[in-house]
């Protein structure tokens, strides 16, 4: 997890953090297994388990650096899906052959058939994945 977040060469301010938050994270984790390992021993000798000390807060990362995770997830996710492309219509589910027209969504980038899009968009006026609104290109030309 923080190795995709040190790596990224244009955001210095989150690789300081990310190894700030690493350092951290191995240091409060180290604390906490030797006090487990303490715990399971002293119960071993005196096999009383009312003695233990009690743990720490088990180790994690700040909500900063998980926030900045998670987007960076985002955004490598949603690079994933524009990389994929659609085989097949997404109203009726019958494979698209390069020579067919096709209508993609500019916000959710699935593709369907023209002719069911146009079928679609008369009735909902928008994409039937994402449900954002989209008009009909056949019936209204963009203006350009």
């Given at each position: 997890m923080t190795d995709k977040l040190i790596?990224?060469?244009n955001r210095l301010e989150i690789r300081e953090l990310t190894l700030y938050e690493y350092q951290q994270y191995e240091a409060i984790f180290q604390n906490y297994t030797q006090l487990v390992d303490l715990n399971i021993q002293e119960m071993k000798e005196t096999r009383d388990c009312s003695l233990y000390s009690?743990?720490?807060k088990p180790p994690s990362?700040?909500?900063r650096f998980m926030n900045e995770h998670w987007i960076e997830c985002d955004k490598e996710k949603k690079k994933e899906l524009e990389d994929i492309s659609d085989s097949e219509c997404f109203i009726c589910?019958?494979?698209?052959n390069s020579d067919e027209k096709t209508l993609k969504c500019d916000h959710c980038k699935k593709t369907t058939h023209q002719k069911c899009a146009s079928n679609w968009l008369q009735i909902h006026q928008s994409c039937p994945?994402?449900?954002r609104e989209q008009l009909d290109p056949e019936e209204l030309p963009a203006l350009s």
């Open positions: 790596t990224m060469p009690p743990l720490l990362f700040s909500d589910f019958i494979e698209m994945h994402c449900r």
